[in-house]
């Protein structure tokens, strides 16, 4: 399954990623698609958005493209599966691989039965988990092409990389392992998960108040196509490989 994932998503990043930039569409917008479809939909492109200085509307326009193509999904990839007897274990893979956020996710596998969904979603989280070292490496990647134009200065180059470094994975990280290691009770875990879900809506919340959608004209429909195009590839990767594999 750990093969599916990672091979599903990397294979999945790039094809978006230059399909995007085949639609002539803005390099930061093309990466927020790349990462809303590969790894956790809204979420990673509210993380990445920043580290590549997405303007508001390619991060508003990434957001709700990512969002209708996954509820398309949670509506009828349950249903196709059922028509064609795909067992629990497979569906639970491949919505935890093929779809892009984690509500959608988990959506989707309960609607196909119990023990898809307790599947899809630890496939999920384990996805979810690969956001860290892709926030990274965009970030550096990202700084270090800017600043290849801009300068040649090293102390410059480490300078603005290590302003660029999301230091907010180490609390991820941190809190994650204190969790595991029982120092929170479980009604503190539901505390900070009510509270970091407010968060995450206040986040996108506040990307809403600053979004024009007349501003979606100078952008077009491509990003809709790439959208459509790139759900269809990683769908397309995750049954190759489970089939193959599983």
Not at 39 to 66: D, H, N, Q, W
Not at 81 to 89: C, F, G, K, N, Y
Not at 149 to 160: D, E, H, V
Not at 199 to 210: D, P, S, T, V, Y
Request: hydrophobic share 55%; charged share 10%.
């Amino acid at each position: 399954m750990l093969a599916i994932i990672i091979i599903t998503m990397a294979a999945s990043f790039v094809l978006i990623f230059f399909l995007g930039r085949l639609f002539k569409l803005p390099i930061p917008l093309a990466i927020l698609l790349a990462v809303g479809t590969t790894i956790c939909g809204g979420s990673a492109i509210a993380v990445t958005a920043p580290l590549i200085k997405a303007k508001e509307e390619e991060t508003s326009y990434a957001i709700g493209t990512i969002a209708l193509w996954g509820l398309v999904a949670i509506l009828f990839y349950p249903k196709i599966a059922q028509l064609m007897h795909v067992s629990d274990l497979h569906f639970g893979v491949f919505a935890g691989t093929a779809i892009h956020s984690t509500p959608q996710v988990v959506g989707a596998g309960f609607i196909f039965s119990e023990l898809a969904g307790k599947t899809a979603t630890a496939v999920k989280l384990i996805r979810n988990c690969f956001m860290v070292p892709l926030a990274f490496l965009i970030a550096l990647w990202f700084t270090g092409k800017h600043l290849t134009k801009s300068s040649t200065n090293r102390q410059g180059i480490a300078l603005n990389v290590a302003k660029a470094f999301p230091w907010f994975l180490f609390g991820y990280f941190l809190l994650a392992g204190m969790n595991t290691l029982g120092y929170f009770s479980p009604t503190g875990t539901a505390a900070f998960n009510t509270s970091g879900r407010f968060l995450i809506l206040l986040g996108l919340a506040g990307i809403g108040l600053n979004t024009n959608f007349r501003s979606f004209n100078q952008v077009g429909i491509k990003p809709l196509l790439v959208g459509l195009f790139g759900s269809v590839i990683v769908a397309s990767i995750s049954i190759i490989l489970i089939t193959s594999l599983l």
